[in-house]
Every structure is written in structure tokens, then in C-alpha cells.
């Protein structure tokens, strides 16, 4: 006689709902174990979700579009796998239950990594001999993002440990040889018959937990906690980002979870009324990118200030003919005349980090403010363009970039950025590079200040600049004499122009 078996959404990490998109199987489909079922999206990736254990599809109980949390019903099964085979029928009727225990090695196996072929283990937490429980951290790997804890997926004494400190592993490499005491139960009598419905539910639990296990990991590599401590988390109400860990490579620990709520319960008045809004697609992608960059790339940043009166005299003279121009476009173009000065400017890092790309065309970068959050298009061939070429494409663009029609392509291939915030106001700010970029401009309000010119104070425009560059490819005398030259070419920039 067939069962029925609910399949419910494992831990998907860190997001409460995620977007179900696809649903790749229909009512009444035969599904073998580890078949995909649906497929998942959120602001990071797609994940596909996978069958705990084998089963006819009866019904499904979300669609696309809907959005799903950990231990919500995706569909359930009619599973069969419950039927005692002949052999087992026609087997001595005589025999008798009998239960013993069993010494069992079970091999404890590096789980699916996401992305990472091999991974570092940067520590071992467990010793040989040692009795460990489930969801226990055995050891740590370190990944060019973050650290993670493997957790043991069975309770038992450790046997044997196949890796150390240094080594690289990846999916499916042999962490260690777990002791497990287990129960066995002969299987002829009337009794059993009753039974394999609850051993199929048991083990059939089991699976979804190593593929919620699976899954977890696959989505959460930036998490600095454990999977126990994670779900703790989720349990408490917690948001890990807001939590200082205390473990080793500023992991958090159990104790400075329970630390946290113990402080948040201590404040005692309930906190003043706020709103949750969600972050835009390209605020999410940005602000992780961003991170990403200011997280690894060592910046330095330096400053400086323009005397733009020539500038500014020649675009009051266009605009009078009907020509206006903004500053930007003068900018750009000293920008590739220093550049060309200074070729290691334009150039980006190899994978390997040992090798230097410069780039032989000059493509810029220009961040943009959209109501959705900041994008960057790029101008291509800026040398080769006039300044009104220039100005008319930076319109066009930058009215599509507000009403999000930038195609991909059209954010891809710059050489070097420039973030002017100059239309909106300040004096100073750091920019933060672009990676795989080596450097950024960034561009403040034009100021009037009183200049000394030999005899006396006059009001000068004067322009506010600021270089970030990657201290691991340019030093601080290079970045000192770009934007020195920088600023001889736009205080002259007739020159260029004529």
C-alpha cells in the first residue's frame, strides 16, 4: 500500500522567503531521489531544490511566483518505497525479533562548497578519540570570501581524521571516520510489516536534512557562524550582521549570540516605530559589489583642488553660442590625456593577482544616480570623441540609466571611473575603486575661494578632486604625480583642446 510523503523546503541559509521561478515536475511524474523539483532565486544566485527521496508526484502546493521559507510544504509524494519485498514475505515466520547493537563506521564526507573547487582548512576543531554529536563543528575551511564551519552529520566517536591544517579540500573529499553505536532489528515477523513506513519516514528525514545541510552551505558563504548557530539565529528572531563574533577569523559563537539577546532583552522599552523597505535589485548588487571592492582592494586617497577659471570662461562662452557643456566632458578628456601619461591607471589585475592588464583603449566609466540606486555606463573611445560628441552621449545615457533601459553590455569594459557629485553638492569624499579597476576619480562641487596671483586675493573657481588607487599596483608618488598632472591639464585646459 502507497503512503503519502510531504517534502518540505530545507534551509535555504540566510533569506527568510526566496522566489520560487520554475517548477520542473507535474502531477502524477515518477521522481527519483536527488530529481530537482524547483527552482529557487534570490539576489544572489538560483538554486535548484532537490528530492529528498524518490516518489509519484500527487499534488504541489505553490506556484511561480510564490515566496517560500525553510519548512514550508513544496508537494507531496505518493511513495511506495514502504512495500516489504518477497524475499521478506516469504521468509521464516518463526524467526524472532531480535535487536543488537552494531558498531558502524560512518564516513563524514566535505559537503557541496558552492562555487570553490578546493578550499583551505585553516583549523581542525576535533581530535581523534573524541566523542562529537551531530551538527558539532569538526573543522574550518577558508574560502577568498569568508571562513565556514563543516558541521559532523552523525553523533559517534571519532575514529580516524584524514585531513590537517593546510590542506585543500573540496566536495566529497574525506574529512574523518566517525564510530556509530546503531540498533538492528531482524525483519520476519508481523510486527516489522507494521514498521518500514516509520524506518522510510526516519530515513527519508535523514536525506532532507543532508540536502538542507547541502543547500545551507551552498548559499551562505559569507556567513562567519556555524549552521547551528545560524539556525539559532533564525530561531532567536537575529540578524548575524548584527553580532561581533569572538572565534577565531571573527566567527560568531553561541556565546556571543546568547550575549546579544541577553542585551537587546536588558534594554527593556520597546524600540520607536520603523518601517522595513526593501533595497532595490541594483541596490543589492551594487552595495555587494561595493563591499566586495572596499574589502579587498587597499585604498589610498588623494586630494586635491583645480583652478578651473579657464574652464569655466570657455564654457560660458559656448553657452552663450547655444553649446552647453558641463564640466564632466572636461574632465573626461584630460582624463585620457593623463592616462596616456600614465598607462598603469588603465589597467586591471589578473585573476592570480601577479599580473598587471593595461588596457590600450580608453573606455570611462561615469556613475550615475538613478532612483534605484547607482549604475555605472560606459563611454567608449572618450579620446576620439569632441567635448559636444561627448556631452550629447552622456544625455542620451544617462536619461535611459534613469529610466533603467541600460543593457548590460552598456556597464561593462571600462578602464577607469569617474564619480562627479559635483551637481548635487560637498566638498570632499573618498571614491570607492571599481574592481577590476585600479583607480577612480572623484569629482566635488566647484568652489569660488580667494587665490593669491602675485599681487593680490581673487575669486577663483576651484574644483575639488579626489584619486583612489590600489595600493598593491600603484604607489603613493605615482598617485601624487597623476593627479599633479591631472591638475595642470584641466588649470590648462585650452591646450588639450586646441
Not at 113 to 135: H, M, N, P, R, T
Not at 161 to 167: E, F, H, P, R, V
Not at 288 to 308: M, R, Y
Not at 328 to 349: C, E, G
Request: aromatic letters at 4%.
Amino acid at each position: 500500500m502507497a503512503t503519502e510523503k510531504k517534502v518540505i523546503l530545507p534551509d535555504i541559509g540566510d533569506f527568510d522567503a526566496v522566489e520560487v521561478i520554475e517548477i520542473l515536475v507535474s502531477i502524477g511524474d515518477i521522481v527519483e531521489e536527488n530529481n530537482s523539483l524547483i527552482t529557487l532565486e534570490n539576489d544572489k544566485a538560483t538554486m535548484e531544490i532537490p528530492a529528498p527521496f524518490p516518489g509519484k508526484v500527487k499534488d504541489i502546493a505553490i506556484k511561480v511566483g510564490d515566496k517560500v521559507s525553510q519548512g514550508e510544504l513544496i508537494l507531496t509524494f505518493e511513495d511506495s518505497s514502504n512495500l516489504i519485498n518477497k524475499e521478506e514475505e516469504n521468509s521464516d515466520p518463526e524467526s524472532t525479533k531480535t535487536a543488537e547493537k552494531k558498531s558502524v563506521v560512518v564516513e563524514i564526507l566535505v559537503p557541496d562548497l558552492g562555487d570553490f573547487d578546493k578550499v583551505e582548512v585553516i583549523e581542525v576543531l576535533v581530535s581523534e578519540g573524541d566523542e562529537i554529536v551531530k551538527e558539532q563543528g569538526i573543522i574550518t575551511l577558508e574560502s577568498d570570501k569568508a571562513s565556514m564551519e563543516i558541521p559532523s552529520t552523525s553523533n559517534g566517536k571519532i575514529k580516524r581524521i584524514a585531513i590537517k591544517t593546510g590542506d585543500k579540500v573540496g566536495l566529497g573529499d574525506l574529512i574523518l571516520e566517525l564510530e556509530t553505536i546503531t540498533s538492528e532489528t531482524s525483519n520476519t515477523n508481523k510486527q516489522e510489516k507494521e514498521s518500514p513506513a516509520v524506518s522510510t519516514d526516519s530515513s527519508s528525514e535523514a536525506k532532507q536534512e543532508e540536502s538542507a545541510e547541502k543547500i545551507s552551505l551552498n548559499t551562505s558563504d559569507d556567513s562567519h557562524a556555524s549552521p547551528s548557530i545560524r539556525k539559532l539565529a533564525r530561531e532567536l528572531g537575529v540578524s548575524l550582521s548584527n553580532i561581533k563574533g569572538t572565534g577565531p577569523k571573527g566567527r560568531i559563537l553561541e556565546t556571543d549570540l546568547k550575549g546579544y539577546v541577553k542585551k537587546i532583552v536588558a534594554g527593556g522599552s520597546s524600540p520607536e516605530e520603523v518601517e522595513s523597505i526593501p533595497l532595490s535589485r541594483i541596490k543589492k548588487i551594487s552595495g555587494k559589489h561595493l563591499s566586495h571592492c572596499w574589502e579587498t582592494i587597499p585604498h589610498v586617497t588623494q586630494f586635491d583642488e583645480v583652478n578651473i577659471e579657464q574652464m569655466e570662461r570657455f564654457r560660458k562662452h559656448q553657452k552663450e553660442r547655444g553649446i552647453k557643456l558641463t564640466p564632466l566632458v572636461f574632465i573626461m578628456k584630460a582624463v585620457v590625456q593623463v592616462l596616456k601619461q600614465h598607462p598603469n591607471f588603465n589597467s586591471s589585475l589578473d585573476e592570480s593577482g601577479e599580473n598587471l592588464l593595461v588596457k590600450k583603449y580608453f573606455n570611462l566609466g561615469v556613475a550615475m544616480d538613478t532612483p534605484e540606486g547607482l549604475v555605472v555606463p560606459v563611454i567608449r573611445d572618450v579620446g576620439k570623441k569632441s567635448l559636444v560628441e561627448l556631452a550629447d552621449e552622456l544625455a542620451e545615457i544617462s536619461t535611459r540609466a534613469r529610466e533603467g533601459q541600460l543593457d548590460r553590455s552598456e556597464m561593462q569594459g571600462a578602464g577607469f571611473t569617474i564619480s562627479s557629485l559635483g551637481g548635487i553638492g560637498g566638498t570632499h569624499f573618498t571614491p570607492i575603486i571599481n574592481s577590476p579597476e585600479v583607480a577612480i576619480l572623484g569629482v566635488s562641487r566647484t568652489q569660488i575661494k580667494p587665490i593669491w596671483n602675485g599681487e593680490s586675493f581673487e575669486p577663483t573657481a576651484t574644483l575639488p578632486i579626489a584619486l583612489s588607487y590600489d595600493h598593491r599596483v600603484i604607489d603613493g608618488a605615482q598617485g601624487a604625480r597623476f593627479i599633479a598632472d591631472l591638475n595642470q591639464v584641466l588649470k590648462n585646459i585650452m591646450e588639450i583642446l586646441l
